[in-house]
């Protein structure tokens, strides 16, 4: 009976200590920690498969997580070793446990989707201290982006006295964006979040993502037409007589250059994307006198 109760107060001890670390962490921003977090809270319904998959994988990743926090700058040098990092814990997870939990579950699309906050933190750290965002309003993350506003009303004299105000937002994986607030007399006060990087990230892409994605870059860019919006995928299995070029979308990066999941992720293709979105946040994005004096151009 000793022995029991040994190995189980000691079962119990190790499940709190991994529920603490797991809770010390900015879930907000590590949202692969917080599916972690989730998942441990919940770790008796689950099938036992799934519990062992969660006590070794949570080995991995807590050196996953700790060896980026150990890296600081976002460089070439600093890029490929968190690309290894990255490399050494997907490929872990792929090779053990792909099959282990449902997509709807979000174990495995939290990965690259917490992975944009770790390559880009200390990109935008340094821009904020370099425009002197000393009222903290440059934010990143997950969030619901901002695409256009509309009004309505129940009648003519309802849009007369009283016409309503309401905002239309588009869920955003990652975004570097700007709460803003927006004062209209007469119809109200709204607060939206204004992009000026969306990046959606996908697993893979197919032909109808593709489509959606199209649909979503309009919205984003009619909402502010200085926003990027980047698709950032692990592998692409669009038709390649169909090119994305005549959308509006900026850019899609294929982490492993094609349609094979077993290929590792390039590095330089994850340096590419930080120098985009850096040579995106620092340019003018509009200088019309400039241009026009000097190239003759407006656009």
Do not use: C
Not at 44 to 50: E, S
Not at 117 to 135: A, G
């Amino acid at each position: 009976m000793d022995n029991i109760r040994y190995f189980t107060n000691l079962k119990l001890n190790i499940m709190v200590d991994k529920i603490n670390f797991l809770e010390q962490i900015d879930h907000s921003n590590y949202i692969h920690a917080a599916n972690y977090l989730q998942k441990f809270k919940q770790y008796d319904t689950l099938k036992k498969r799934q519990q062992e998959a969660l006590d070794d994988l949570l080995i991995k990743y807590s050196k996953f997580y700790k060896g980026n926090l150990e890296i600081i700058g976002y460089g070439k040098n600093e890029i490929k070793k968190r690309t290894k990092l990255l490399n050494d814990y997907f490929n872990y997870y792929k090779d053990n446990y792909d099959n282990f939990f449902t997509a709807q579950g979000k174990f495995r699309s939290t990965i690259i989707e917490e992975f944009m906050y770790v390559l880009f933190k200390d990109l935008i750290s340094d821009i904020k201290i370099k425009i002197k965002d000393e009222t903290d309003s440059l934010k990143m993350g997950g969030t619901k982006a901002y695409t256009n506003l509309y009004f309505s009303a129940k009648n003519l004299k309802n849009f007369i006295v009283n016409p309503q105000i309401g905002v239309n937002q588009k869920n955003q994986d990652f975004a570097i964006y700007r709460p803003i607030t927006l004062n209209i007399k007469d119809a109200g006060t709204i607060q939206a979040n204004l992009p000026v990087v969306a990046i959606e990230n996908k697993t893979y892409i197919d032909k109808t993502m593709l489509e959606g994605s199209v649909a979503t870059a309009d919205k984003i860019k009619a909402g502010n037409p200085y926003s990027l919006f980047i698709i950032v995928t692990e592998t692409y299995d669009v038709d390649l007589s169909v090119d994305p070029a005549y959308s509006r979308i900026d850019q899609i990066y294929v982490l492993r250059k094609g349609k094979d999941r077993n290929v590792p992720i390039f590095y330089d293709v994850l340096n590419d994307l930080v120098e985009n979105v850096n040579n995106h946040l620092v340019r003018n994005w509009s200088d019309i006198e400039n241009k026009m004096k000097k190239y003759g151009k407006i656009i």
